[in-house]
C-alpha cells in the first residue's frame, strides 16, 4: 500500500475542494487529490499514492516507472478489486 | 541472468552492480527499511546478485505488519457492528487479528468496503448521514497526508458520521531503536523514498551522525535499489556516514511543505506500539486535540479487547531483520499466504510473503534459478 505511482495531469478542476485532478497512469485514468501540489499543470508528471498527488516527475523517469509496474502487475494490484485479491488469496489460487 | 534481463535497463544493472563488487573490500550489512524495497529486492533477486559481502537485512517498514493486533482487534470488533460502515485500504483485509481478519467480518455480514483513497470513504460518510463511517488510518508518512487531508475535511463540513481509527507510524523513529538494541548488526540504511517525498530529509543527519550510519533515501525499483546499496557500500568503506539522496526525481530536501502544513495541524506525535516489536518512543501519530472528536477509538468504546499472538509466529524478529522469514520453523507449512500466522505473510510488503511469493515461483523447475545453493532451496521450498 506504500507504493507510489507516477502518472500524468490531464485536467485539473479548479472548482472542486479540495483540488482535483485527473491523472492517467498509463491508461488507467483515475481522480486524485492535488491540494498538496497546488501549483501542478496539466502535462506534469506527479507521483500519486492513495488518491494524493505527493510530488512531480519528470516525464521520462515517470514512463519508466510506469512501464515496470506494468509490466511486474504491479498496476492490477494497485487498482484492481482487493476483494477478489483478497477471495484468490483465501483460496490459494493466487497467482503472481 | 534471468534477473538482470528483467531490469528496465540491465546494461545500467550490471554496471551498478559490477561496480559493487569492485568497491567493496569488507562484509557490510544494511538494512532497507521500507517493505515495498524488500518485495523489490526479494523479487528481482538483488539480494543474490550482490557480492557475499554485502547483506541485506528487512527492516520493519511495512505499515499492515506493524499495526498492532490490539488496533486489528479493534476494527474487528468496529466493522462488526451494526450501523457501522467499514472502510480499509484493501491490503488490511486478510490481516489476522486474534482470531479472525476483516475479510471475515464482512462475510459474517459487517459493512466492510475496500477504498483507494480516504476521500472515498469521506465521500460513503456524505452519502449515508444515518451510518457511522470509520476509516481504518494506518501508514507511514506517506500515507499520512491523505488521512490528515480526509478528516480535516470532514471538520469542515462538519461530517459527525465520520472517524479515523488510526494507527499511523514514523520512519526515524524506527531507525533509532534499531540502531539501540543490543543485538542490533545494521551498519547503513536505505531510507524509503516515498517517505521522504512528504518528509524531506531533515530528519535524518542527527540520526546518521549519532548512530555513524550512512542513511541512503532509496526508490523502490530494482535500479533505485542498486544505486542506494552503491552508495552506502560507498560510503562504508570509506568511513563516512552521511545522509545522501539517491532518489531525487521524487524527494527534495525540503519534502512536501503542503503536506507537512497539513500533518502539523491534524496530528500529533505519541508513543506507539509496533506489532512484534513493541512500544516505540514518539514513534506515532494520533489526532490532535481539535481533531480528537473525529477519533473512532474515543467514539467507539472498544473496551475489553483480549488478544493473542500464534505462539510459533516470529514476526517481530523478521521485523526487525533479526531472522530471514526461511528461519522461522512455521514458513510455508503451517503459515502460507492462505493461512497466514503473522501479517508479514500477508501484506505486500511483508518480508514473509515476498519470501514466499517469489523464492517459491524461482524455484519452478521452468525458471533458470537464482544462484541459491541445493540446500537452500529445499528449506525455501514450501508446500501448498
Ligand atoms: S512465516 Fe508466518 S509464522 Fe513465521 S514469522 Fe512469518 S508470518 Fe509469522
Redesign the pocket.
Same mark, same amino acid.
Given at each position: 500500500m506504500c507504493l507510489a505511482v507516477p502518472g500524468k495531469v490531464v485536467s485539473i478542476d479548479h472548482r472542486a475542494d479540495p483540488l482535483t485532478g485527473m491523472i492517467d497512469f498509463g491508461g488507467v485514468h483515475k481522480q486524485a487529490c492535488l491540494e498538496y501540489l497546488p501549483d501542478v499543470r496539466v502535462g506534469e508528471y506527479v507521483i500519486v499514492h492513495v488518491g494524493f498527488a505527493l510530488q512531480r516527475l519528470d516525464e521520462a523517469s515517470a514512463r519508466a516507472s510506469l512501464e515496470l509496474f506494468e509490466q511486474l502487475g504491479l498496476l492490477e494490484e494497485e487498482f484492481g478489486d482487493a476483494w477478489e485479491q483478497a477471495a484468490r488469496q483465501e483460496s490459494g489460487s493466487e497467482a503472481r | 541472468m534471468k534477473y538482470i534481463d528483467e531490469f528496465n535497463d540491465p546494461d545500467l544493472a550490471r554496471r551498478l552492480l559490477d561496480e559493487i563488487h569492485a568497491i567493496v573490500t569488507r562484509p557490510w550489512a544494511l538494512m532497507e527499511v521500507c517493505g515495498g524495497q524488500t518485495h523489490s529486492i526479494i523479487r528481482h533477486g538483488i539480494d543474490q546478485l550482490l557480492p557475499d559481502k554485502v547483506e541485506l537485512i528487512h527492516g520493519p517498514g511495512c505499515p499492515v505488519c506493524v499495526t498492532p493486533l490490539d488496533v486489528i482487534d479493534q476494527a474487528l470488533e468496529i466493522a462488526a457492528r451494526p450501523g457501522v460502515i467499514f472502510c480499509s485500504f484493501g491490503d488490511m483485509l486478510r490481516v489476522p487479528g486474534t482470531d479472525r481478519d476483516l475479510f471475515r467480518v464482512k462475510g459474517e455480514g459487517g459493512d466492510v468496503r475496500v477504498v483507494y483513497s480516504p476521500l472515498d470513504a469521506l465521500d460513503l460518510a456524505r452519502k449515508n448521514p444515518d451510518r457511522q463511517v470509520v476509516f481504518f488510518a494506518i501508514g507511514f508518512e506517506t500515507t499520512a497526508p491523505a488521512n490528515a487531508m480526509a478528516v480535516h475535511q470532514a471538520r469542515r463540513l462538519g461530517l459527525d458520521n465520520f472517524s479515523l481509527l488510526v494507527s499511523h507510524v514514523r520512519v526515524p523513529p524506527a531507525i533509532e531503536a534499531i540502531m539501540t538494541a543490543p543485538e542490533c548488526r545494521v551498519q547503513g540504511f536505505l531510507a524509503a523514498g516515498h517517505v521522504c517525498s512528504v518528509m524531506g530529509t531533515a530528519e535524518y543527519p542527527e540520526l546518521a551522525d549519532k548512530h555513524r550510519v550512512p542513511i541512503v533515501v532509496t526508490g523502490f525499483e530494482p535500479l533505485d535499489i542498486l544505486e542506494g546499496i552503491r552508495l552506502a557500500v560507498h560510503q562504508l568503506e570509506r568511513g563516512e556516514h552521511r545522509v545522501e539522496n539517491a532518489y531525487p526525481r521524487a524527494v527534495r530536501e525540503q519534502g512536501n511543505p503542503a503536506a507537512l502544513r497539513m500533518l502539523e495541524e491534524v496530528f500529533e506525535v505519541n508513543d506507539r506500539n509496533w506489532r512484534g516489536i513493541g512500544r516505540i518512543p514518539a514513534s506515532g501519530w494520533r489526532l490532535s486535540d481539535a481533531y480528537r472528536a473525529y477519533d473512532a477509538e474515543h467514539r467507539f468504546d472498544v473496551a475489553g479487547i483480549r488478544t493473542e499472538e500464534?505462539a510459533?509466529?516470529?514476526?517481530g524478529?523478521?521485523l526487525q531483520g533479526l531472522i530471514k522469514?526461511t528461519e522461522?520453523?512455521?514458513?510455508?507449512t503451517?503459515?502460507t499466504p492462505r493461512t497466514?500466522? %503473522? !501479517?508479514?505473510?500477508v501484506s505486500s510488503e %511483508? !518480508?514473509?510473503a515476498a519470501y514466499?511469493l517469489y523464492r517459491r515461483m524461482n524455484n519452478a523447475p521452468a525458471a533458470q534459478g537464482p544462484r541459491v545453493p541445493q540446500s537452500q532451496q529445499e528449506e525455501m521450498n514450501p508446500v501448498g
Open positions: - | 500464534p510459533e509466529c516470529r514476526a524478529e523478521v522469514p522461522c520453523e512455521a514458513f510455508g503451517s503459515c497466514p500466522l %503473522g !501479517a508479514t505473510m %511483508g !518480508a514473509c514466499y
